[in-house]
């Protein structure tokens, strides 16, 4: 299999600060995310499976929570996104780096915002978001 090149390795990747107070809290040993990152994309799958957006709020609003590299480590993610990107915007979005993590970054904030909604207050989070994942809620 060919090498999957990473053309958003330098890309900054945010959250709306308001969404990451809640999500930091489950990250970790015996929380549902192993990482920030996995959060985000959850968020950002709900997102596209709403085909919704949420813009990134001003930067003083926001907190920038890992660069792009981090994609590198499952490089899938790297694929999926700019699969997600073509069908949403075409082939010519494939040159614009940027414009593809916007995409994302927009489509991840209105997830997460999902997230956090069905994890706040939960006393078993991890529970809480395998319920609110099954596909018949969805």
């Known amino acids: 299999?060919?090498?999957?090149?990473?053309?958003?390795?330098s890309a900054d990747l945010f959250m709306p600060d308001d969404l990451h107070r809640v999500?930091?809290?489950?990250?970790?040993?015996?929380?549902?995310?192993?990482?920030q990152i996995d959060a985000w994309w959850i968020?950002?799958?709900?997102?596209?499976?709403?085909?919704?957006?949420r813009p990134l709020p001003a930067p003083d609003k926001r907190v920038k929570f890992m660069d792009g590299a981090v994609l590198?480590?499952?490089?899938?993610?790297i694929i999926h996104l700019e699969l997600v990107a073509v069908?949403?915007?075409?082939?010519e979005i494939l040159t614009r780096p940027?414009?593809?993590m916007q995409l994302a970054t927009e489509h991840?904030?209105?997830?997460l915002e999902m997230l956090v909604n069905a994890l706040t207050g939960q006393n078993?989070?991890?529970?809480?978001?395998?319920?609110?994942?099954?596909?018949a809620q969805l």
């Open 124 to 135: 078993e989070p991890t529970l809480a978001l395998m319920n609110f994942l099954d596909p």
């Open 108 to 111: 991840a904030n209105y997830g």
């Open 23 to 35: 999500i930091r809290e489950h990250v970790g040993v015996n929380q549902p995310f192993a990482r």
């Open 1 to 9: 299999m060919a090498e999957v090149i990473n053309r958003y390795a």
């Open 87 to 91: 069908g949403l915007r075409g082939e």
């Open 98 to 100: 940027r414009e593809v």
């Open 72 to 77: 590198s480590s499952d490089p899938w993610r």
């Open 43 to 53: 968020g950002f799958c709900l997102g596209v499976r709403h085909g919704q957006t």
